[in-house]
């Protein structure tokens, strides 16, 4: 059994507390969160260092054993847990943040660290890390590149692509590949960073990453606006964006969410009019962005109503209408739960289609829509379905993608979604995908099963 | 031979305008702008459409016939030229700027439009294309990306790669990849369009790109800041980027570059207390930002003098000290020129070292450095120097990686550096882009000789 020869040089090299086979401590990292994605491991390998990683993986590489990278667990695709025997690869003890660089507004910071202590880091300088998801205490930095991971301030600084400013990575073969200068102009070949970012651990192992830092912004101001229809508060994103740089958040609510919302927190409806479509918008500056806010707001057309915190704590109960949509929603039971962007342009379209198009594959099931209106990120929930009934989610994917939309907005293919990326990828950029996964992991070593599809005959 | 047999098949596809053959016609497509690159080329080809271009690179990539892509022909590099009779794949005919989508802030454009072209429709609907460069009437939009340039906004907006929010190419087999649908939040394979930007010609052609605008900002301040010396400056660009989001541009130029500049131009001294190193801050914004600069400048340790525009007639005054460097020091003859970014924290040790570096080689030769210090990029003019003496490139570019710089901060490696790539990618990082360049191009038909090295025995 190779297992069993690589499993004993793996320990020779990390000690016996590298390697773990206990069925117990195992079992914790062969489950995803949500329940959804399981399988057997033929190990836990916990390696402290890079060059343990390298070990590792030239074993690996060597006889051909699979291994699956894990970071936080915190992934929604089934992208970090094994299937078949494979390796679990857990990168957590790689912890460590470096001290800030001040003079580039950068850090060094491992693969394993959670994305709360790097935050924590830069708070300490006075700075901000750009990305910020509720996972954030388990979600290591590592796995939120591997995603390329977007979050809640997408709309202001970009996803984790656009904070990457170098990386650390072992490729399949264990060679250990280390560009974390974070030279901002840096033409000197391929950007494998930029590549490694959003490869879901099928190109190469994250160890280390240098990251941007950005100015940590104390001046909010959060309002809620409603809206006669869709169209409407789509219309009025563009302008917003034109008028207010300062934006950190455009986000979305339908009256039947809001209404869930309010009756199982005990709420009052947050506009007097309840509006339709409700659309919460938060900007932060160094000065304060208040009056930018409400003269942009005043400008815009198909506004009935608006609501502005004048403090933290009304600011926090404007941001509950939209953030306790996932417990209101999960009341009713499990949801599916689909991540799409749309087209600015087709967003209003879509949402007032998927909900018939689900009632037609399934007449009782019922749509929640929510999301990052700013993006054209939508959350899309289905309640009143069986759980592994996956009819709902073909027919909203199919949806999305004929309205020029993409299957993932934010949480990646993974295993969950593999067999749609088809609907939004040509067989040419998936031959492509394939050619470099070949390049860089010419063994198929590295997350078997994940993102890029099998070819077919 | 098999470039007559191909020009045949192409002609007969293009059309007899898609060939040129004629000598004189060919020539100027054969040797780079500055004139140090010269090559032979078998035919000059000039596709109009992305199928033409398909068509033209499924031919020679069963042919095994080299291409070279061309746009602009403003490169520095020698990465857009032919050497030993390659087809030269001119671009310039694929023009054109779509509409532009108000609602997601981005445009369509075809690889062959100029910068210009692209700026021109950004300013029609109110808003700006970020990355701006002074060969903008010349460069191709698509010759932007595939080096991904730099330019006068990066410390605001990033260089190309950032703007870069979909791509349009042909691969080297033929087939073209198409992803143009410019939504924020797609996660959904391998980042194809940033792994091609910046690639120079050697994985992919690119044929359209769809790219993020911008806000105009129509207010601006435009200062020059003396300092006691190039420490002091370096420590106050850490400190306005923290204090002033809208800065566009922190620019550098020393003393003896001032005192040149004068002289050729008939200048008074922009400060009067003549400070040995001079910093030209600019910021932009919707509402006037010269409040925000002028006191992020008065909290600065090192300041001996500073100049405020008052209007758009001073502003250029200013700008002049720091554009015309180029001129002036071409009085002096034709200089090395080499494009460099150090990191913040060992950028005043190379102002002090490079001098003493190069007159160690070449105890005439004179040393010119000014930049943009807001990125970290210093362009390095060396004088009183055979042209192509490359002993003080080599030192240089030495000295450069000895501290943790890049030998190209935005020109890229083209021909011209690729000797020099192992001084700053290591054998695992080469190997890695030597294994994706052969994925996408395993006949090594384009750009050979650009960016990758050869692999030695």
Redesign the interface.
Known sequence: VPHDRVLRAIAAELGAAGVVTDRDRVASHTTDWTGRFTGEAAALVRPSSTEEVAAVLARCHEAGVAVVPQGGNTGLVGGGVPRHGEIVLHLGRLRGVEPV?????QVTVSAGEPLAGLQAAAADA??AYAVDLAARDTATVGGTIA??A?GLH?LRW??T??QLMGIEAV?ADG?????L????????????A??L???EGT?AVVTRARLRLV?RHEARVVAMVGFVDVAAA??A??RW???V?SLTAVEVVLAAGVDLVCEVGGLPPPLASRPPVLVLVEAA??DDPTAAVASAVEATDGVLDVAVATNEREAAALWRYREDHTLAINTLGPPHKLDV?L???ALARFAAEVPDAVTAVEPGARTWLFG?LG???LHVNVTDLAPDDDRVDDVVLRLVASL??????????GRAKRRW?DL???P??????R??K???DPRGILNPGV??PERTA
Chains 1, 2 share one sequence.
């Open positions: 660089d001040e003079g580039a507004l006075g700075l995603t390329n977007g997408v970009g996803g692509r656009q490729l060679r250990v590949v280390s560009h200068g974070g030279l901002v102009k840096d033409n000197t070949g391929y950007d494998l930029g590549l970012c959003g490869s190109l100015p789509v219309g994103v563009a964006r034109r008028r740089a500056d160094r962007t087209p600015m342009a990052h993006d054209g990120n020029g939309g993409s299957i993932s907005a934010e949480h990646g293919i990326l939004v990828r040509s040419a950029e998936i031959d492509a995908m050619a470099i070949h390049a860089l993102l890029v």
